[in-house]
């Protein structure tokens, strides 16, 4: 007797009555660039009917006017097949260990797979069955071939190469046989499509153009099921080679088959003139045409339903305009059956959904999907949303770059890599998980490869990775722009300071600072080692930005006098040197790096030996940085050092300080037109360091500041802005114990 259960969630009577018809089974197109019209997912918006359970690893089977038939596994890995009743959702079991076909209607047809079949009227109430040995009513070699409704069509073996189509059904009992092959020479029939009343055949023969050759011919024709006509007499549509994975599908309007000529696959799509043909590559083999809804061709590579490593969607095309490109209905396809009205039941998934979904003629000719049966399963994770700025300054100190990517669940890791276009330096990161939801969220500090972040383009890719091991990783990707303010000291264009030191071996090194302090103190971030060789010079002086580039550039003088031009390279190195001009040995002091003319560019500011201060105005070119000197005054002998650091009063332009001998301090402020005011006298007690360096902007205030090295300590001296006491003294990591170490400081 057989079992009857009942899903956990009913199937409402609110789904359409449908009657059934079927293609058979087969590998869906794999994806690739298609287009699709402008409708939501490529289709119509896909809608839900009243929620019922499909079992997980169920197939369709066959569908009807009052339910449909599924095969399953059950726990013991046995073949059941379950008829689903859309009135109340009740299942009944019709078959173990035996396969279903396709009836294309409320009967129920299983059998052996060789000579027994058995069908069974699945209607409420109803008691009618039939059981047949196709060995017994043809004899030995006789195979199912196609089921529409009540009737079964059996190819007959009546020599070891040719065949007779039959067409066997029982009718209040009793059995009825008709022929419905004429023609001596067939070869072979297949069904591949049906309605409540008609069939669709392909077929073969045999022609003798001579008593010595032969060929063999391929075709298709149209069956009325109540007639008893000839399949293979007049009405053949001729066709190219068929084989045993030839599907098809046909409606009012068109007929649809595939080809298999001479090794190559293509679908041909008859009805309209002029007939349409559609080849199927190397990446579509195993391709079987689902059906036609409407204008629409249904068509695809199916693969397992408990397979979403590989999935394999279903698509469609319209078939009524010459140039309608493949479009995705469906993320995942693995069997399908037909309905006389035209539509189809899909066993697939969506992004959203995995299940039993109708498929049918919707507005616009475009399909519309229904999803009828849920089997609850969790689908391969995808990334929803991604909330990534595309434009991020991070010149404020302590900014913060929020970013965050929802997938469609939350058992999935997510590991994310930030890249900065011009160095190709990279940030990789695991995101933590979320304590609920699917909500993945990084806080960027703004930090990378252990300084300060670039300016300039980079690129980020997330990438989720189930933990669950259902579906492959889900990768999304974009771009966003950094933004800092420049800063004449920085070398690597992350804004900023960078401090060059050169130690006795003439190995010159760059420290990147933090431009933010932390807890009073200016720390570095990392120290880079630029290359050897530096000890020919005499002089090294950060100059700020002499050739317009985005970032500082470096004079250096040999021994002999000659001036070089070192240009920044945008990610902390230098270009090439350059000589830019002779004769400076001439000078004791030179300083660099202040705009004292208000032009926009640095200036340099050299002192000779009589004590002249002279001022070279910046030109904003590589190979001439510098216009002919000016004469600023005399009397800068008595200073042993001075250094250009920049507007640190609020001036018309770039200030000077000067060390005298007796370690006093003296602030010049600049007078916007390469010349100072009257000198300020700030401090004493600096003869205590070996090295004073104009660094720019050290803690993001928008002021440039002063570094002192010393043997005994090293200090950021914060701008006040204030022309009396223009400096408050910070602690710093920088050249901590090194006191000695470094004979430049630059």
């Not at 806080?443 to 989720?464: E, I």
Request: aromatic share 8%; charged share 15%.
């Amino acid at each position: 007797m057989a079992s009857v259960r009942t899903t956990r969630r009913p199937l409402g009577a609110c789904v359409a009555t449908v009657l059934a018809v079927t293609v058979g089974a087969g590998a869906f197109v794999a994806p690739g660039a298609v287009a699709a019209p402008a409708t939501t997912n490529g289709v119509a918006a896909i809608t839900a009917a009243v929620e019922a359970s499909l079992p997980l690893g169920a197939e369709i089977v066959s569908t009807g006017d009052t339910g449909y038939l599924a095969s399953r596994k059950d726990d013991s890995g046995t073949t059941v097949l379950e008829w689903h009743r859309f009135a109340e959702g009740s299942v009944v079991r019709v078959g173990t260990g035996t396969i279903g076909y396709d009836s294309n209607s409320d009967i129920a047809v299983t059998g052996d797979g060789i000579s027994s079949v058995h069908l069974r009227d699945m209607t409420p109430g109803a008691t009618e069955a039939a059981s047949f040995n196709l060995a017994t009513e043809f004899g030995p070699g006789a195979k199912l071939v196609g089921v529409a409704g009540k009737s079964l069509f059996v190819s007959v073996p009546t020599t070891s190469d040719y065949h007779e189509l039959w067409q066997l059904s029982q009718v209040e009992g009793v059995t009825q046989r008709t022929r419905r092959s004429a023609n001596a020479y067939s070869r072979d029939f297949k069904v591949i499509s049906s309605t409540a009343s008609e069939l669709l055949v392909l077929g073969s023969n045999r022609v003798f153009p001579s008593s010595s050759t032969f060929r063999t011919e391929y075709w298709n024709a149209l069956a009325d099921l109540d007639g008893n006509g000839p399949l293979d007499g007049a009405g053949r549509e001729f066709t190219g080679a068929w084989t045993s994975a030839s599907t098809g599908a046909y409606t009012a309007d068109f007929r649809a088959w595939t080809e298999y000529a001479g090794g190559a696959g293509k679908i041909v799509v008859t009805g309209q003139s002029p007939r349409k043909e559609f080849a199927l590559d190397g990446s579509m083999s195993g391709t079987v045409i689902a059906g036609i809804t409407g204008n629409t061709l249904l068509y695809g590579v199916p693969g397992k339903a408990d397979d979403q490593t590989t999935p394999r969607p279903l698509h469609a095309r319209t078939i009524t305009t010459a140039d309608g490109a493949p479009y995705k209905l469906l993320e995942h396809f693995s069997s399908v059956a037909h309905a006389p009205d035209g539509s189809l039941l899909v066993r697939g998934a969506t992004a959203d959904a995995d299940g039993l979904f109708r498929i049918s003629d919707g507005s616009g000719g475009i399909p519309s999907v229904t999803l009828v049966a849920d089997t609850g399963r969790s689908l391969a994770v995808k990334v929803t949303e991604s909330k990534v700025p595309t434009a991020v300054s991070l010149e404020k100190p302590g900014t913060t770059v929020p970013m965050e990517w929802t997938l469609s669940r939350p058992t999935a890791t997510v590991d994310l890599v930030l890249t900065h276009t011009v160095t190709g330096t990279k940030l990789t990161k695991r995101l933590p998980q979320p304590p609920s939801g699917g909500r993945f969220v990084f806080t960027w500090d703004g930090v990378l490869g252990g300084v300060s972040a670039p300016n300039g383009a980079y690129t980020w890719t997330a990438t989720a990775t189930p933990t669950d091991g259902i579906g492959g990783p889900a990768i999304v990707s974009g771009s966003f722009q950094v933004t800092r303010q420049a800063n004449g000291h920085d070398f690597s264009d992350n804004g900023s300071t960078d401090v060059l030191s050169r130690d006795a071996t003439g190995v010159l090194q760059r420290d990147d600072l933090f431009d933010w302090p932390s807890g009073g103190r200016v720390t570095t971030a990392k120290r880079t080692a630029l290359g050897s060789g530096w000890q020919i010079y005499n002089q090294i002086e950060a100059a700020g930005d002499l050739a317009g580039t985005p970032v500082g550039d470096l004079v250096a003088r040999d021994t002999t006098g000659a001036l070089w031009l070192y240009q920044g390279n945008g990610k902390g190195g230098f270009t090439s040197r350059s000589k830019i001009g002779s004769g400076w040995q001439i000078y004791q002091q030179i300083a660099g790096g202040s705009d004292l003319t208000g032009d926009g560019r640095p200036d340099l500011v050299a002192t000779d030996t009589a004590g002249v201060a002279w001022l070279y105005q910046g030109t904003g070119s590589a190979s001439a940085p510098f216009a002919s000197r000016a004469r600023i005054g005399g009397g800068w002998q008595v200073y042993n050092q001075i250094t250009a650091v920049g507007d640190i009063a609020g001036s018309a332009a770039g200030d000077l300080v000067a060390r005298d001998t007796t370690g006093v301090l003296w602030l010049y402020q600049g007078d916007g037109k390469g010349n100072f005011t009257s000198r300020v006298k700030i401090g004493a007690g600096w003869n205590a360091f070996s090295q004073l360096v104009g660094a720019g902007d050290t803690t993001g205030d928008g002021r440039p500041d002063l570094i002192a090295y010393g043997p005994n300590a090293t200090y950021v001296y914060h701008s006040t802005g204030s022309t009396t006491a223009p400096f408050t003294r910070l602690t710093t990591t920088l050249y901590a114990g090194e006191g000695s170490k470094f004979n430049t400081i630059a």
